[in-house]
């Protein structure tokens, strides 16, 4: 029998086997050098707080999970408020800071397993939350202005709950390839998506909150709104 | 807002979060560990949790940092802790992000000024 703790939040170490768990570090690894890199076309002197504040707002916030069903609950895992206000190379990284700070020093989310929580949080969460972002951003424009703060709630919504997915998706993949447990597949994949639809409506409402918070009064500071404003500004001149 | 006073109000909302709001936070698994627990019980066995039946999280394994000063969101697994554990971890991700964010500002400034110089 295992001791376990109860109040962890991420994947635990032994869920997914050792080959697989470094084969996720690697793929960590190399995502995160790639943002580290793309980070330098988002971040100056004036959005470094910014970035900072946003990295210990998402760990503050995870802390507070919200009940979703009778005695199953959820908490932001924070792509889509990072993309949307700092950019995905830079909000990446804040998440997988994030993960680091939780892993090493609250023992909260495994060790060998943070290369699969930081691929699935940091990376795929991310990536489809800010290609939800744009997408629906470029929708709700129709090729002029820059969002409305109401829009870019909606914005932040929509990209929370299909972040939220897509980073589920991501443990679904690892248990496939290396699970080291019985429990069949379907079984997981449907309780593991149903339950994160849920958390991504939560998600969707802390990011709508907060983007709409941020650029009420700082649009100048919301990565999203300054991509936009760049565009609009070209297609004036 | 001004420059000050959003930045003052966005530090004191992380405090608040880290150090009070994570009070009420729910203590059931999260929709992850509901599922790698699932056909399991949780039993208490002497104080610690075990687990009973067969499911996913059985084949988890001890934390390598279980007995980190602030595992599990205490500090030194006071009771009531919660609260001091996260406001410090709010500040250690802040100084974390902080620093890494400025090195990374920096050395793109520095990689603009010799394009500029060289030009």
């Keep these: 029998m295992t001791t376990v703790t109860v109040h962890a939040m991420h994947m635990s170490d032994g869920i997914v086997n050792a080959p697989t768990s470094a084969l996720f570090g690697v793929i960590a690894a190399v995502g995160l050098a790639w943002c580290a890199r793309r980070a330098r076309t988002e971040l100056d002197e004036r959005t470094v707080p910014l970035a900072g504040l946003v990295a210990a707002f998402i760990f503050a916030v995870q802390m507070v999970n919200f009940p979703i069903l009778p005695g199953v609950s959820g908490h932001l895992l924070g792509g889509a408020l990072a993309a949307i206000l700092v950019g995905p190379g830079t909000g990446a990284l ?12 609250f023992a909260d989310g495994g060790v060998s397993a943070l290369g699969m929580n930081i691929t699935n949080m940091a990376l795929i969460g991310v990536a489809a939350a800010y290609g939800t972002a744009l997408g629906l951003s470029a929708l709700l424009r129709r090729g002029r202005t820059v969002l409305s703060v109401q829009a870019l709630g909606v914005v932040g919504f929509v990209a929370a709950v299909i972040g939220t997915l897509s980073a ?26 149903g339950t994160h639809l849920l958390i991504g409506i939560g998600e969707g409402i802390i990011t709508a909150a907060t983007v709409m918070a941020v650029a009420g009064a700082r649009p100048d500071l919301v990565y999203l709104l300054r991509g936009q404003r760049a565009e609009t500004a070209a297609a004036a001149a | 807002m001004s420059g000050r006073r959003f930045w003052v109000s966005f530090a004191l909302v992380i405090l608040a979060i880290a150090g009070g709001v994570s009070y009420l936070a729910s203590s059931s698994p999260d929709g992850l560990d509901s599922a790698t627990l699932r056909g399991c019980q949780v039993v208490e066995v002497d104080g610690a949790e075990q687990l009973t039946g067969e499911c996913i999280a059985q084949s988890a394994t001890e934390h390598p940092v279980s007995s980190s000063p602030l595992a599990d969101y205490t500090v030194l697994g006071a009771a009531g802790s919660g609260g001091l554990a996260g406001v410090i971890g709010a500040l ?24 500029d110089a060289g030009a």
């Design chain 1, 168 to 193: 589920a998706t991501g443990f679904v993949i690892e248990y496939a390839i290396g699970g080291a447990a019985a429990t069949s597949l379907p079984a997981v994949t449907g309780y593991v998506l």
């Design chain 2, 92 to 115: 250690l991700t802040l100084a974390v992000a902080g620093g890494l964010f400025w090195l990374i500002a920096r050395s793109r400034s520095r990689s603009r000024t010799r394009t």
């Design chain 1, 94 to 105: 804040c998440i997988a800071i994030v993960l680091v700070v939780q892993a090493l020093l």
